[in-house]
């Protein structure tokens, strides 16, 4: 087996190709930035769309790996900070003078979208911190791993964004109580919680590399049966995982939530009528009481609208949803207390759930232009 680097390795992505057998090769990305928990940035999108795009027309190419660097996490989710400045940058103008943030989530769903299309399988590696962008990527993939330490969470309801990169996709897989109580709490989930809702498909070793070594014994052919020889593979590479905390909740989870509720004050007492029963619970109850209300809004209705959408209408629909929160106010406001002033006392403009209007959630769904930026998703390639 023989690897050689495409680019510079202090790159934002280090990528290779790693030849296999029959002289075929594997792509391997690695986001490259540990100092931020990989946190996934433009430039690294920028770099990750062109590569996929040529690995998907490179017949040498029989797949593709994704993973971080470092052993604390695959990606702890979007650069929230350049999002930050771009958009109090906005607000303090009041009008659009930097179009950094509605570029990022444009690019980013297109990633999303072409790595959940992608004709070769994916394989993402989900060691450690796995949220929200990250989740987006990971959950894209065809093959999902876990292991041990990996910790999956939706948290934007923290931070006054919504569960996007696909969650939407995501979330409509699921039942609706594992659904909403994912989205409106951002509970922390660790690997076999993943693998019992089937957002991962495999447990496997903390060792990556020990991956690679694997894949190259597989005898690649370079088409559809590759995929039985990789879940071969993967099977006989499982490890047990003890019981994670949602699974042991389920019941009275979907006790709380036998339907949708009618709106998100009913959610949140819903779920409030679970405090006092145990510590995961109550974290998680308090976590979505502390965050942004109009978070907690939109995951309701996002999970209503759900089923009835296309892969491509569920980016879409992030898309809208998502450059309402940019211009709004709550999501840079919550990155202020969270992330840049630290002083975890975010003024949101509806403090709690029994204040936020129902046609206010509802605006975050109309769309704010004439042509949806991502309305050709279907046509174009990554």
């Known amino acids: 087996m023989s690897s ?20 075929a090769r594997i792509g391997v990305a690695m986001l490259n930035a540990e100092k931020t928990l990989n946190s996934l940035s433009l430039a690294m999108i920028e770099q990750l769309g062109p ?4 690995w998907r027309s490179d017949p040498k190419i029989v797949a593709v790996v994704l993973h971080g660097a470092g052993d604390k996490a695959f990606c702890a989710g979007g650069d929230i ?8 940058r906005n607000h303090a103008a009041g009008e659009r003078i930097d179009d950094y ?19 070769k399988p994916v394989i993402t590696f989900g060691h450690g911190i796995v949220m929200g962008g990250g989740l987006g990527l990971f959950s894209a993939s065809g093959y999902r791993l876990v292991t041990a330490k990996s910790r999956i969470a ?9 569960p996007d990169a696909g969650a939407t996709w995501t979330l409509k897989a699921l039942r609706p109580h594992h659904a909403l109580f994912i989205g409106a709490t951002g509970c922390s989930l660790n690997g076999a919680d993943a693998l019992y809702l089937g957002v991962a498909t495999h447990a496997v070793d903390a060792d990556w590399s020990k991956l690679i070594d ?12 590759d995929r039985v020889r990789i879940d071969d593979m993967l099977v006989r590479s499982e490890i047990e995982l003890s019981e994670g905390p949602l699974r042991g909740h389920d019941d009275a989870i979907a006790t709380a939530l036998p339907r949708l509720p009618e709106s998100a004050a009913a959610l949140g007492a819903a779920l409030t009528k679970l405090s006092g029963t145990d510590e995961w619970l109550d974290r998680a109850i308090a976590t979505m009481k502390r965050g942004c209300a109009t978070s907690v809004g939109i995951v309701l209705e996002q999970v209503r609208r759900a089923s009835a959408l296309t892969l491509a209408d569920s980016f879409r629909l992030e898309m809208t949803i998502a450059t309402h929160c940019a211009r709004n106010p709550d999501f840079a406001e919550g990155v202020r207390a969270l992330l840049i002033e630290k002083d975890n006392a975010p003024r949101w403009r509806y403090p709690d759930l029994d204040s936020l209007p129902s046609t206010y959630v509802e605006s975050h769904f109309v769309e704010p232009w004439p042509v949806n930026p991502l309305s050709n998703l279907e046509q174009t390639p990554p």
């Open 4 to 23: 050689a680097d495409l680019a510079d390795p202090d790159a934002v992505v280090r990528l290779r190709e790693v030849e296999v057998r029959k002289g």
């Open 51 to 54: 590569t996929l795009e040529r």
């Open 81 to 88: 900070q350049a999002l930050y400045h771009s958009m109090t």
């Open 101 to 119: 943030a509605e570029s990022f989530f444009a690019a980013e769903y297109r990633l999303d979208y072409a790595l959940h299309t992608f004709p």
């Open 154 to 162: 939706l948290p934007e309801v923290t931070i006054g964004l919504f």
């Open 214 to 225: 694997s894949l190259s014994t597989i005898d690649w052919h370079g088409d559809a049966s």
